[in-house]
């Protein structure tokens, strides 16, 4: 999962616009525009007037709307650690919070793989796995319907900003 800070675009500025690479991927900033595009992704930015007449920039999180200076992720999919559930050591989930059913979806994975890691950095519906040998139709049906119904929740929470 990478890490960005707004500091990392807008602290080397010396004009409104920059074109580069960031851990890889291609990314353009327009201040004027208040827009960042990484990879295919769209993030809004917004500033605030800083001390002596400079600017605050900050990321609009993708997923919940708000004002942040650190996103998580991954490129198509980066999201303010609330939102990413990288909190979730110091945060009382609750079943409203998208990371929540997040978790829950990992575990029926982790049911028929045990070491499984989410190639992409978060839990996606392709990566159900096929059904291993030793396990019965009846009961693979049973974990992908169960996958799918947490992979569904975790959607339509992360939509709402969850
Ligand atoms: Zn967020």
Redesign the pocket.
């Known amino acids: 999962m990478m890490k960005l800070t707004i500091e990392q675009f807008v602290g080397m500025m010396d004009s409104s616009r920059a074109k580069g690479m960031s851990e890889g991927e291609p990314f353009e900033i327009d201040l004027e525009a208040e827009s960042l595009y990484l990879g295919s992704q769209y993030i809004p930015l917004e500033s605030r007037p800083a001390n002596y007449g400079g600017k605050q920039w900050y990321f609009i999180?993708?997923?919940?709307d708000?004002k942040?200076r650190v996103l998580y992720g991954v490129v198509g999919f980066m999201?303010?650690g609330?939102?990413q559930g990288i909190y979730k050591q110091t945060r009382n989930r609750t079943k409203t919070d998208c990371g929540y059913w997040w978790d829950m979806a990992l575990k029926e994975i982790r049911k028929l793989d045990p070491n499984f890691k989410p190639p992409k950095g978060y839990v996606d519906y392709d990566d159900f796995p096929k059904r291993p040998k030793w396990m019965r139709w009846p009961d693979y049906l049973k974990r992908w319907r169960k996958f799918h119904k947490y992979m569904d929740k975790a959607h339509t929470l992360w939509l709402r900003?969850w």
Do not use: K, W
């Open positions: 999180c993708p997923g919940c708000t942040r999201a303010c609330e939102c900003g």
